[in-house]
């Protein structure tokens, strides 16, 4: 039993080299963290939007 008989690197494609993966994982992080970011904004909005209704409330 040889090295090339345990890991044949043939059948696995470009999308298995390090370099795809890393620039996939990127494009996902990114992703998150847009999305992140605009859920965060939306909750800092809507607690604005509480304290002025609040305000109002009381007054």
Same mark, same amino acid.
């Given at each position: 039993?040889?090295? %090339? /008989? %345990?890991?044949? #690197?043939? #059948?696995?494609? #470009?999308? /298995? ?28 909005? /809507? ?13």
């Amino acid at each position: 039993m040889t090295y %090339i /008989s %345990i890991y044949d #690197p043939l #059948p696995c494609g #470009p999308e /298995s080299y390090y370099e795809e993966l890393d620039r996939v994982q990127q494009v996902e992080m990114t992703k998150r963290q847009k999305e992140r970011r605009h859920k965060d904004k939306v909750e800092q909005v /809507s607690a604005l939007a509480r304290k002025v209704e609040e305000g109002t409330n009381k007054g």
